[in-house]
């Protein structure tokens, strides 16, 4: 059983959250805290396995907090659960030893999913054989998500999009390296540029945005991720795809 503790500022977030993990029986909540400065106190006390961490934190935020972890020299899986989803917050977050970033609302049992995946992650190709035997369903469960937000199939992106989300199925770290190396893996299958494949799926992001189904991705997500004209960057969009893939089984 991994030991948590949770620094969120909502006290009734905090109670749910960590009731979820305890009732899931693969937690135990060492500590619960509402505040950056007791959160940090409690992850030294406890040395906990990991933490879920919010960013908007009375005393001290959470980013400063996930500095001070790696001060201390202490090591546990960190997810950040973040009503903000700028993607210099991200960055900055990813830096100091985030594993997830998941934006809020999101539901306590997709937190407890993605801990479940940075405390006992499973080869990614043992989990795409587990829910997608046959690798003809892959094709049509994105293909069918990218219908549903608006990315019409006969546009380069979409081609683009889908080997992009099927290569970070099979390995999510690449989604941090999407200028080095899944643009131009993308680039070398279909004969082009990587500079041609980041436009490309760009544009398809923008047409799903410029017909104005804000309201049906988030709800296909499952979580208000984005509003008005916001859109997400390409690695926000592949990823958001390829853990919904993930998380959905068929």
């Known amino acids: 059983m991994k030991t948590v503790v949770i620094i969120e500022a909502n006290e009734a977030q905090n109670t749910c959250l960590a009731e979820c993990l305890a009732n899931s029986g693969a937690f135990c909540v060492v500590g619960q805290a509402r505040d950056g400065v007791e959160g940090l106190e409690l992850i030294e006390k406890t040395c906990p396995d990991a933490v879920v961490l919010d960013i908007v934190l009375p005393g001290m935020d959470g980013i400063s907090v996930m500095e001070s972890i790696l001060a201390k020299g202490l090591h546990p899986k960190i997810l950040v659960?973040?009503?903000?989803?700028?993607?210099?917050?991200?960055?900055?977050?990813?830096?100091?030893?985030?594993?997830?970033?998941?934006?809020?609302?999101?539901?306590?049992?997709?937190?407890?999913?993605?801990?479940?995946?940075?405390?006992?992650?499973?080869?990614?190709?043992?989990?795409?054989?587990?829910n997608y035997p046959n690798s003809r369903e892959i094709d049509e469960r994105i293909s069918n998500i990218f219908i549903t937000v608006g990315i019409p199939p006969h546009i380069k992106g979409y081609n683009y999009l889908r080997e992009g989300v099927k290569m970070t199925m099979q390995r999510p770290s690449i989604i941090n390296n999407i200028t080095k190396q899944l643009y131009p893996q993308i680039g070398k299958k279909y004969d082009t540029s990587a500079s041609k494949v980041e436009r490309a799926i760009r544009h398809a992001i923008e047409v799903a945005w410029n017909r104005g189904r804000i309201e049906t991705i988030n709800t296909l997500f499952g979580v208000r991720a984005y509003v008005g004209n916001e859109k997400p960057t390409n690695g926000e969009f592949i990823a958001l795809v390829a853990d919904k893939m993930m998380i959905d089984k068929p």
Not at 84 to 112: D, Q, W
């Open 81 to 130: 659960v973040s009503a903000f989803s700028a993607e210099r917050i991200i960055e900055s977050a990813k830096r100091n030893g985030a594993g997830y970033f998941l934006v809020k609302p999101v539901e306590s049992t997709v937190v407890k999913d993605r801990l479940l995946d940075l405390c006992e992650p499973k080869p990614f190709s043992s989990c795409i054989a587990e």
